[in-house]
Every structure is written in C-alpha cells, then in structure tokens.
Nanobody
Framework: QVQLVESGGGLVQPGGSLRLSCAAS????????MAWYRQAPGEQRELVAR???????AYADSVKGRFTISRDNTKNTVYLQMNSLKAEDTAVYYC???????????????WGQGTQVTVSS
C-alpha cells in the first residue's frame, strides 16, 4: 500500500506565504513524478505544479513566479512553496505521485487526502 500525507495548509492573508509538504510512504520502488493539484468549490481539479524524478518542473500560468515546487528524493517528499498568495489561490490542494510499487508493474497514480488553503483578510 502507498500513502500520501499532506501538511501545511491553513488560513493566510493576501500577499502571505505557505509551504505545503507531501510525504509518500509504503511499498515504493520508484517515483516518476510528483505534483500538486488544486480544486476550488464548483471548479474542476487543476494542475498547479509538477516535478519529475529528473527535477524538471512545470507550473500553471496562474502560479508562475509565485509558487515553487521541489522534492527530496531521500524522503519521498514533495514541497510547494507558495508566495504572494491571492484570494483566487483558495482551494483544496492535493498531492499526486506517479510511482511504481515494484520494478515489474507499470507506474500508477496515487493521491493524498487534500489540505485546505484559504487566502483571506
């Protein structure tokens, strides 16, 4: 079994910062990529940022220059540093990992339970 556990969400004022963390644990052979998605009320889930095992990153246009994704492969952990937060960043943020549990199985998607980020004065 694989678990993704997120932490770091909360309430922050506009212009503030938060750092999200997501640790993957369980039977993990290798992690291809890790990512953060978010879903606001009434909206579809959208990709926020993604990082591959080779440390290639990609960001949604709406967060470029404000958010930074990074990972610690020794801890199977991904981080999302969020600066200059705006009200429109309010959403539930979900961690995603594409990983293999054994060398013989193809990679599969795993999701965390989500953490609420609220940007409000």
């Amino acid at each position: 079994q694989v678990q993704l556990v997120e932490s770091g969400g909360g309430l922050v004022q506009p212009g503030g910062s938060l750092r999200l963390s997501c640790a993957a644990s369980g039977t993990i052979f290798s992690i291809n990529a890790m990512a953060w998605y978010r879903q606001a009320p009434g909206e579809q889930r959208e990709l926020v940022a993604r990082i591959t095992s080779g440390v290639t990153t990609a960001y949604a246009d709406s967060v470029k220059g404000r958010f930074t994704i990074s990972r610690d492969n020794t801890k199977n952990t991904v981080y999302l540093q969020m600066n200059s937060l705006k009200a429109e960043d309010t959403a539930v943020y979900y961690c995603n990992a594409v990983l293999k549990t054994t060398q013989w199985r193809p990679p599969s998607d795993y999701w965390g339970q989500g953490t609420q980020v609220t940007v409000s004065s």
